[in-house]
């Protein structure tokens, strides 16, 4: 009897092993498993194509999480191709669909089209979810700089803040998770005295009372319910002040929600070191703190 059994509980096991690929999306390519898929075309504001490259994860198991990581570059400048602090080997071993987007910079486009082009990247991906083979309610926001900026921007506006314009609106462009690098958290005065870029270029105008300096502010928007925050910022940074970063530490705590702050000594806004001490926590610190923030709020 016993011996007769073996080939049934042989067949359940393989069937076990398989069944993952089963339940797959029938929209996802399984090729793609571990691959990078390159300039696919999330958005097209006033029939300009956006583009976003995608890091398929290694691991194969229904419904990734994914992170969408908006670059720095002054709004003006840069790439997708600039993956500040993002160990894609980690990523892709932990599960975790990293998506890299391109958005409209100036001077040709002026804010808020930067954060419009970044919420329709987040709605596209939720529309195509089965093709993409991921956990609409696992989305998570990144970036540094001008991107730690659209990232933390990402997660504290819902569409009254007037930045759900354009494609796929059917669609929350809402995130579960955030990390903001070196971003700017509060662009009303007295900061917008000091801002080191040419705001006219930028926000249309160097009056320092406009709306739209409120408007593009991260602090000025945050509510209960927004998503945990891990802040990361460089002590001794001199393109964008760490009491940015500061401030933003002190309104998330003050709304009652879970945000963590790592201060980078002898860090500047590249995360080089200034003088001969090395920066610390070091790039490989941060970087596991990174995946460990992910791992508790956004990986199942």
């Not at 529309?127 to 309610?137: F, I, R, T």
């Amino acid at each position: 009897m016993r011996r007769s059994l073996l080939p049934l509980l042989f067949l359940l096991f393989l069937i076990s092993c398989q069944a993952p690929l089963w339940t797959l999306p029938s929209e996802f390519d399984a090729s793609k498993v571990g691959t990078t898929e390159y300039d696919v075309t999330y958005c097209q504001p006033n029939g300009q194509p956006l583009k976003l490259d995608v890091y398929y994860p290694s691991q194969v198991r229904r419904g990734w999480s994914a992170v969408v990581f908006a670059h720095g570059g002054s709004w003006s400048a840069g790439d997708k191709s600039m993956l500040t602090f993002v160990d894609v080997n980690k990523m892709r071993q932990s599960g975790i669909l990293l998506v890299s987007v391109d958005y409209r910079l100036a001077p040709e486009y002026q804010f808020p089209a930067m954060i419009e082009d970044v919420k329709c990247a987040v709605r596209y991906l939720r529309a195509h979810a089965g093709e993409y083979n991921l956990d609409p309610e696992r989305i998570g926001a990144m970036g540094g700089s001008a991107g730690g900026h659209l990232a933390a921007l990402l997660g504290v506006t819902d569409p009254s803040a007037g930045f759900e314009v354009g494609e796929y609106l059917e669609y929350s462009s809402r995130v579960r998770a955030v990390i903001s690098i070196s971003g700017l958290s509060d662009l009303t005065p007295p900061f917008t005295a000091k801002l080191f870029f040419d705001r006219m270029s930028i926000f249309g105008t160097t009056k320092q009372s406009d709306p739209i300096f409120r408007q593009a502010s991260p602090v000025k928007h945050i509510t209960v319910d927004d998503p945990p925050f891990l802040i990361i910022h460089g002590e001794q940074d001199e393109t964008v002040p760490i009491n940015q970063s500061d401030i933003l530490f002190r309104e998330l705590q003050a709304a009652g929600l879970e945000a963590e702050f790592i201060r980078v000594k002898n860090a500047d806004h590249s995360y080089e070191s200034v003088g001969d001490a090395p920066i610390s926590p070091s790039a490989s610190e941060i970087v596991n703190s990174i995946m460990k923030f992910w791992e508790k709020n956004l990986v199942k």
